[in-house]
């Protein structure tokens, strides 16, 4: 969690105090508000785990999801996944077709 957290230019991981409590927070399951550097501004978004990826979901101020990078690659292998197991579902429909095809009448496989 803590190396997902890393990755962005989040103030509240300066210091050690809000640091921790900010891990804390997040791992009881809690959306918690943090303040990020961005272009040398400071913008409020708010966090939580993400366990089901071992990482985070971001929010802007308006509780609106942001993606991120480590969002993005995650359903780039997810979808990559789900096309591997269509493929797999499709070759073995058409194994049972081919496999009826070419069943002699009265007998069973």
Known sequence: MESS??????KELQNEEYKKDL???IKK??????T???????VKQ??????QYKGINLYDANMQKLESRQ??????GE????????DTRKDVADGEATQQKNKPKGQRI
């Not at 399951?29 to 943090?34: E, F, K, T």
């Not at 969002?71 to 780039?76: F, G, I, L, V």
């Open 5 to 10: 957290l890393q990755k962005h230019p989040i």
């Open 23 to 25: 891990i804390d927070s």
């Open 29 to 34: 399951g809690n959306i918690q508000s943090a």
């Open 36 to 42: 990020f550097i961005k272009g040398g501004q400071e």
């Open 46 to 51: 708010y966090i939580e785990a993400n366990p």
């Open 71 to 76: 969002s993005q690659s995650e359903k780039q």
């Open 79 to 86: 979808s990559k996944d789900q096309a591997k197991a269509k």
